[in-house]
Nanobody
């Protein structure tokens, strides 16, 4: 059993930065990813990273966000720079129990999800 916990969300102003953290405890994991969701909309992928360090980003990230991980600590981070009001959402961390060769996975492949951390960007 893997337990995923996110932290680092908060209220910031447009143009500010935030760094989200995700710790997966219990065993080593494969892919780790950040998703986000706003009320009334589907959860969407922000970024993902394989156990080997290959990364994948959604287009709206536009070079503003960086995902990284430390396998020894079973931890992933999402560095978010130049935040915009439209980045306001609950951010979720997800992890897979298996390793996959592909960089981008469907959300259904993720076995473990955190409770989410709120990010609010004011204009």
């Amino acid at each position: 059993q893997v337990h995923v916990v996110e932290s680092g969300g908060g209220l910031v102003q447009e143009g500010d930065s935030l760094r989200l953290s995700c710790v997966a405890s219990g065993r080593s994991v494969g892919h780790m990813a950040w998703y986000r969701q706003v009320p009334g909309k589907q959860r969407e992928l922000v970024a993902s990273i394989t156990s080997g360090g290959n990364t994948d980003y959604s287009d709206f990230v536009q070079g503003r966000f960086t995902i990284s991980r430390d396998n020894a600590k079973n931890t992933a981070w999402l560095q978010m720079n130049n935040l915009k009001p439209e980045d306001t959402a609950v951010y979720y961390c997800a992890a897979t129990l298996r390793r996959f060769p592909s960089s981008r996975l469907a959300s259904s492949n993720y076995d473990c999800w955190g409770q989410g951390t709120q990010v609010t960007v004011s204009s």
